[in-house]
Nanobody
């Protein structure tokens, strides 16, 4: 199992910056992908950015050039540096970790943090 704790959310003006952190504990060396997702009321949770244990990174189109995901090693937090924030970036941001299935016929295991609120408003 993996436990995830996010921090760094808050209120910021349009054009401002925030850095989110996600600290993982537990079976951290089995994690093969970590990422950030976000959700607003009435909408499905959507992918923001992911990073694999090998360092491959994927961004949603709507954050390319503005957000940066990073992670030095499994022991360190995953960061999401957010710049040029827009009001439409307002959401609860969730940290995600994916571990391999427990059996050959199983599915990858997903773990989620509790979420951190990001509000972009003047």
């Amino acid at each position: 199992q993996v436990q995830l704790v996010e921090s760094g959310g808050g209120l910021v003006q349009p054009g401002g910056s925030l850095r989110l952190s996600c600290a993982a504990s537990g079976n951290i060396f089995s994690i093969y992908t970590m990422g950030w997702y976000r959700q607003t009321p009435g909408k499905q949770r959507e992918l923001v950015a992911t990073i694999t244990s090998g360092g491959s990174i994927n961004y949603a189109d709507f954050v390319k050039g503005r957000f940066t995901i990073s992670r030095d090693n499994p022991k360190n937090p995953v960061y999401l540096q957010m710049t040029s924030l827009k009001p439409e970036d307002t959401a609860v941001y969730y940290c995600n970790a994916v571990l391999p299935p427990l059996s050959r016929s199983g599915s990858p295991r997903n773990y989620w943090g509790q979420g951190t609120q990001v509000t972009v408003s003047s």
